[in-house]
Nanobody, 125 residues
């Protein structure tokens, strides 16, 4: 099993940047693909980015492509989400999730086995 803890959220003005962290503990982190999801009030949880176990493959939702970058450091058991050019519509609770199989193309909540508690991102206009 793996435990996930997100951090790095906060309040930022539109056009600003934030970097989210997903710290993992437990068994071999490099065995898990990881994704970032977000959920705004009244909306479904959506996958915004994912990264393969080695870090060689990534996926981005169209809504964040070109603005967000996902990366990982397996030596530090951490996955990052660099968010630039933030917009008010990026306001949401952000969650990292993991599964012990491939993640590219897997964008549904039920396809992930492990979840963090979330970190809030608020973008003011």
């Amino acid at each position: 099993q793996v435990q996930l803890v997100e951090s790095g959220g906060g309040l930022v003005q539109a056009g600003g940047s934030l970097r989210l962290f997903c710290a993992a503990s437990g068994r071999a982190f490099s065995s898990y693909g990881v994704a970032w999801f977000r959920q705004a009030p009244g909306k479904e949880r959506e996958c915004v980015a994912s990264i393969s176990r080695s870090g060689s493959s990534t996926y981005y939702a169209d809504s964040v492509k070109g603005r967000f970058t996902i990366s990982r450091d397996n030596a530090k058991n951490t996955v990052y989400l660099q968010m630039n050019s933030l917009k008010p519509e990026d306001t949401a609770a952000y969650y990292c999730a993991a599964r012990s199989r491939g993640v590219i193309g897997y964008v549904h909540v039920l396809q992930y086995d492990y979840w963090g508690q979330g970190t809030q991102v608020t973008v003011s206009s």
